[in-house]
């Protein structure tokens, strides 16, 4: 992968094979909210090798002190004998399939499926993800993803003894990715044509759903209650989505009493099923540990700043990295340097903060690392910064930049302090992983925003593009304000996202 850091040095360029992987126990914790939630096994077959981060995790992650409720832990258990019977080349599995060829809904199996299909980058991918899984898990179907090339080798199987990728011979394999809102068969497409409504009694085999951000008022219908009855009785939904809209699942009525019986804490949705559901690959993992163990490992505390900047126009260098220092600095996670004295010598193992930059260039590194560097800190402390990678343009379609993307999220997660960059879904996986609240970096629009920064009243992702519609009036509303749990995020103000009520 060329510019990892995950050799020797920074930027040096090291073949994951040719990794060396040994254990070091940092951080000894029994995380059991990791441990209730995910399954027992996490292999497929026999033949397969078990999932190495599951059982390390709490080596390197604090222990989670956000419990999931019970009855979220028995619904997973549940979810999982689900799968594994109606999972892919099951009978059932095979019984459904012969319904999606016949394009007629009979009653030879009672196995309903969502398929994911893979859009945008990867933290984009895990939200969405995230939020179909949770459909899944409220409507008594089977998540099965259609795993594109580009990201093969990123996660363990999360359900035990099968398997979640969409199988090779599915119907519509070659054609799926292709599916776009003007497909003939979107719900969006055929509401709007009143082909098909609540009182529709012949209905399709398969239905597509489009909720990306660009989805239109018949694509967002889906989110009234009124509407789930239809689809309830659909075996096949494929599902194309960019987005985090777990949220708006809190505005269905008839999905309230069991949402709030899984999730007490409203916060930690994001936390509990992200951690469930993407655990690393042992490839990946062993990037990971690497990586900690020469860089952070050794430090007393460990600050994360990501930083993304979507328009280098509006957002000038000079502009983000005064932000980046401004804020880091008033907020106490890292200390001022006296530019008036030189740096004194002191030893290569003395390090109390490690600095894990992770941005698409290496400017703010190669800023940060020489001003600690050069300047003895006024407390102080001594200050070591890092950078995995400099990529300097996003690839979301190519396999090893999303293996070094993942790769840096969780590396984020073991920060004691998170800095994160107002919009991005890199940042809300990060977050949500290590169950941290973020110090925001407000987005940069040509002129500095008031306040830089500020911190995070929930762990929980934003969803960038709520529909604005009260299903019951047919009139607009502003959906942050239905139930108190529900409302604007702190980063961009017509998204929403779950806070705790109090």
């Given at each position: 992968?060329?510019?990892?850091?995950?050799g020797?040095?920074p930027f040096?360029?090291v073949?994951a094979?040719?990794?060396a992987?040994?254990?070091v126990?940092?951080?000894?914790?029994q995380d059991t909210?990791?441990?209730?939630?995910t399954?027992?096994?996490?292999?497929?077959g026999?033949e397969?090798?078990?999932?190495?981060?599951k059982?390390?995790?709490?080596?390197?992650r604090?222990?989670?002190?956000?419990?999931p409720s019970?009855?979220l832990?028995?619904k997973?258990r549940s979810y999982e004998?689900?799968?594994?019977?109606c999972?892919?080349h099951?009978?059932?599995?095979?019984r459904?399939?012969?319904q999606?060829?016949?394009g007629e809904i009979?009653?030879s199996?009672?196995?309903?499926?969502?398929?994911?299909?893979?859009?945008?980058?990867l933290?984009n991918?895990?939200l969405s993800?995230t939020?179909?899984?949770?459909?899944?898990?409220l409507?008594n179907?089977?998540?099965?993803?259609?795993q594109?090339?580009?990201?093969?080798g990123?996660?363990c199987?999360?359900?035990?003894?099968?398997?979640?990728?969409?199988p090779?011979?599915f119907l519509?394999?070659?054609e799926?990715s292709?599916f776009?809102?003007?497909?003939?068969q979107?719900?969006?497409?055929?509401?709007?044509?009143?082909?098909?409504n609540?009182?529709t009694?012949?209905l399709?085999?398969?239905?597509?759903?489009?909720?990306?951000h660009?989805?239109?008022?018949?694509?967002?219908l889906?989110?009234?209650?009124?509407?789930?009855?239809?689809?309830?009785k659909?075996?096949?939904l494929?599902?194309?989505?960019n987005?985090y809209f777990?949220?708006?699942?809190?505005l269905i009525?008839?999905?309230?009493q069991?949402?709030?019986?899984?999730?007490p804490?409203?916060?930690?949705v994001?936390h509990?099923l992200?951690?469930?559901?993407?655990?690393?690959?042992?490839?990946v993992?062993r990037?990971?540990?690497?990586?900690?163990?020469d860089?952070l490992?050794?430090?007393?505390k460990r600050?994360?700043?990501?930083?993304?900047v979507f328009?280098?126009e509006t957002?000038?260098?000079?502009?983000v990295?005064?932000q980046?220092l401004?804020?880091?600095q008033?907020?106490?996670?890292l200390?001022e340097v006296?530019?008036?004295?030189?740096?004194v010598a002191r030893s290569k193992s003395?390090?109390?903060?490690a600095v894990l930059?992770?941005?698409?260039?290496?400017?703010y590194?190669?800023?940060l690392?020489?001003?600690?560097?050069?300047?003895?800190?006024?407390?102080?402390e001594v200050?070591a910064v890092?950078?995995?990678?400099?990529?300097?343009?996003?690839?979301?379609y190519?396999n090893s930049?999303?293996?070094?993307?993942?790769v840096?999220?969780?590396?984020l997660?073991?920060?004691d302090?998170l800095?994160?960059?107002?919009?991005?879904?890199?940042?809300?996986?990060?977050?949500g992983?290590g169950g941290?609240?973020p110090w925001?970096l407000?987005?940069?629009?040509q002129?500095?925003?008031d306040?830089?920064?500020?911190?995070?009243?929930?762990?929980e992702p934003?969803?960038?593009?709520?529909?604005?519609?009260?299903?019951?009036?047919?009139t607009t509303?502003?959906?942050a304000t239905?139930?108190?749990?529900?409302?604007?995020?702190?980063?961009?103000?017509w998204?929403?996202?779950?806070?705790?009520?109090?």
């Amino acid at each position: 992968m060329r510019g990892n850091g995950f050799g020797m040095k920074p930027f040096s360029k090291v073949g994951a094979g040719l990794i060396a992987f040994s254990v070091v126990a940092v951080f000894i914790y029994q995380d059991t909210t990791l441990n209730s939630i995910t399954s027992k096994s996490n292999r497929i077959g026999s033949e397969e090798e078990s999932c190495i981060s599951k059982n390390q995790y709490a080596l390197y992650r604090k222990s989670s002190p956000h419990k999931p409720s019970s009855y979220l832990i028995s619904k997973l258990r549940s979810y999982e004998e689900l799968h594994k019977r109606c999972g892919p080349h099951s009978d059932s599995y095979n019984r459904s399939i012969q319904q999606l060829v016949s394009g007629e809904i009979d009653n030879s199996t009672d196995c309903r499926y969502v398929v994911w299909v893979a859009f945008c980058g990867l933290g984009n991918r895990i939200l969405s993800i995230t939020s179909a899984f949770l459909y899944a898990l409220l409507t008594n179907r089977v998540l099965l993803i259609d795993q594109e090339h580009d990201m093969a080798g990123l996660f363990c199987e999360p359900f035990p003894d099968t398997t979640w990728i969409l199988p090779e011979d599915f119907l519509f394999k070659s054609e799926i990715s292709s599916f776009e809102q003007n497909y003939n068969q979107s719900y969006g497409n055929m509401l709007k044509s009143n082909i098909i409504n609540a009182s529709t009694e012949l209905l399709p085999s398969y239905l597509f759903l489009y909720l990306s951000h660009d989805y239109d008022h018949h694509d967002k219908l889906f989110f009234c209650d009124q509407e789930q009855a239809p689809l309830s009785k659909i075996p096949w939904l494929i599902m194309k989505s960019n987005v985090y809209f777990l949220p708006s699942l809190f505005l269905i009525p008839s999905f309230e009493q069991e949402l709030n019986k899984l999730f007490p804490d409203k916060e930690t949705v994001f936390h509990h099923l992200g951690r469930y559901l993407f655990q690393p690959s042992n490839q990946v993992w062993r990037l990971i540990i690497k990586y900690y163990q020469d860089y952070l490992a050794k430090a007393e505390k460990r600050i994360g700043i990501q930083i993304r900047v979507f328009d280098v126009e509006t957002s000038p260098f000079e502009y983000v990295m005064d932000q980046i220092l401004a804020c880091t600095q008033k907020e106490k996670l890292l200390p001022e340097v006296d530019t008036e004295k030189p740096i004194v010598a002191r030893s290569k193992s003395q390090t109390n903060k490690a600095v894990l930059i992770t941005s698409l260039f290496p400017g703010y590194f190669e800023k940060l690392k020489n001003m600690y560097e050069e300047h003895p800190t006024k407390t102080g402390e001594v200050v070591a910064v890092y950078q995995p990678s400099q990529e300097e343009e996003q690839q979301s379609y190519n396999n090893s930049h999303n293996i070094q993307a993942w790769v840096e999220m969780n590396l984020l997660s073991f920060s004691d302090e998170l800095v994160t960059s107002a919009w991005s879904t890199f940042g809300y996986v990060a977050q949500g992983l290590g169950g941290v609240r973020p110090w925001i970096l407000y987005k940069i629009n040509q002129t500095k925003p008031d306040p830089l920064c500020g911190r995070g009243m929930s762990m929980e992702p934003c969803f960038h593009a709520p529909p604005v519609y009260d299903c019951k009036a047919k009139t607009t509303v502003d959906t942050a304000t239905l139930v108190p749990h529900v409302r604007h995020c702190e980063d961009i103000r017509w998204g929403i996202k779950l806070f705790n009520s109090s």
